[in-house]
Structure formats: C-alpha cells, structure tokens
C-alpha cells in the first residue's frame, strides 16, 4: 500500500508520467492511491499539492491555509499531444514522399507539392524513400 503523497511513476498516462518524472508539476498528494485521482496538480495548500478532482473531493486537508493555484499542467498535456500529431503528421508525410517516388514522380514533384527545392526534398526524404546505400537522388 502506498501512503499519499508517495507519487511513484506507473498507473497514469505516459505524457502524466513523463511530466511528473521531469518535475515539469507537482503530484497530487493522492496521485498514488486514488484511482480518479487526475495526478497533475493544480492547487496547493501549504505543502499539500492537490489536482483539480481531489481538490473538490477536498474537506479538512489544508483547511485554514490560503490556496496556492499552480500553472494548470494540462495545457503540458495538450502541447504533448501536439507534439505527437506532429509525429504522426511527419510519419505521413514520409510515407506518402515514399509512395509517390515509388510510383514514379520526379524529386521535382514532390518539391513543388512541399513548396521546397528539389534539394531540399531530396536532403529531407531521400534517405526515406530508398533502402539504398548510396542513393544518386535520381
Ligand atoms: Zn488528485
């Protein structure tokens, strides 16, 4: 069993995770034990850090001390899953250059499509588009 207060990674989304290991936001007190429990916190009494569910679920812990609000840490959680769109955004695009080299268009093609160079198209996804070693960037 683990005390509150205790925050240990595990049992929360990763991008939860990754922020509380980084120190990137306080762990709500009941982060390990509560299961509703958001873990990010928002608030802060005295040394009590809660997140926004627990904070409601709050009675008498830091009764009597001033409520100290923190940066709401999930807009982190909104930049992670940006950050993640534009992963899988990239990921997109290398397959789709990949395809389209594959189905025959030109490096110019492609470019005029990004609105990049050619060399500039070649230098970002030709080493994508080919397994080859030592591809001419035809
Ligand atoms: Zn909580």
Redesign the pocket.
Known sequence: MTAPGTWQPGGHPADVNAILTSGLACA????AV?PD???LASIRYGQIA??A??DQRRSSLGKGTPPIRLPDPHVLLEVAAARDACQHAAAALRRAVTHARGAGHSWNAVAAILGVTRQAAQQRFAHDATPKIHDHLT
């Open positions: 709500c007190h009941y982060a509560r429990c958001q873990a809660l997140c569910r627990c």
